[in-house]
């Protein structure tokens, strides 16, 4: 089968049947060099909002791709991966309401070069970082692992990765409304760490050092 057969497969068949059966709230495109282009991404964009899916964008892993100009134009609620960017990605994405998601633990497993987190965070943008958990590139999913390099690699401040770990990414999830940061209205779920972890430093330096005291899920104490 063809890339452009394949296209209309997903567009015509998969997203149609996705969206009757309520099994998505996404769709994600990997616009990418030798994967979609920019012209397919659109495509499958414009189809997925049709039938009530908001884009989201695997991007700018392998090249700079345009991932992040198609993405900004459609609306997606996040660009994943930036590990190769210039200033004109920066520049689309100022005054856009899509969040920048780095994705450290992919480019740590691959040997690929760091997002320029701290680049994006100096021009304003905020930026979130998250796993990529899965097995073919990015086979952790603690994302204290993801802090800790968001601090190691990418030059973070602790402040800095541990908003992108938390409050920013449930930005990137569109669910910073009840997650994401203690606050009045949202759910309750807290790690409470264990005597020596006082602050958001010893949490990226110590980063194998069983940390957790207890747990706290929609204001239950786990026991």
């Known amino acids: 089968m063809s890339r452009e057969d394949y296209v209309r497969l ?13 099994l998505a709230d ?13 012209e397919d991404t659109a495509e499958i964009l414009e189809t997925a909002a049709r039938y009530g899916l908001r884009p989201k964008l695997h991007a700018n892993q392998l090249a700079v791709s345009g991932g ?19 200033q004109a990605e920066i520049d689309c994405l100022k005054g856009s309401a899509t969040m920048p998601t780095m994705l450290p633990g992919a480019s740590f497993f691959l040997r690929d070069p760091f997002g320029n987190a701290k680049g994006f965070i100096e021009t ?41 770990v938390t409050v920013n990414s449930a930005c990137a999830m569109d669910v910073s409304d009840i997650a994401g940061s203690i606050a009045v209205g949202k759910l309750a779920n807290i790690i409470v760490a264990k005597p ?15 940390f957790i005291d207890k747990v706290i899920l929609r204001g239950n104490i786990l026991e």
Do not use: K, W
């Open 10 to 22: 997903v567009c015509r068949e998969m997203i149609p049947a996705v969206a009757a059966e309520g």
């Open 26 to 38: 996404f769709a994600d495109v990997f616009c990418e060099q030798g994967f979609f282009t920019v």
């Open 68 to 86: 992040v100009q198609v993405g900004v134009a459609h609306g997606a609620l996040s660009v994943d991966h930036l590990e190769r960017t210039t």
């Open 124 to 164: 304003g943008l905020g930026i979130a970082l998250a796993s990529d958990y899965n097995p073919g590139t990015s086979p952790s999913g603690d994302m204290r692992f993801v802090m800790a390099l968001g601090c190691i690699r990418m030059r973070l401040t602790p402040e800095q990765a541990f908003n992108a």
């Open 196 to 210: 020596g972890f006082d602050t958001l430093g010893s949490l990226a330096y110590r980063y194998t050092t069983p």
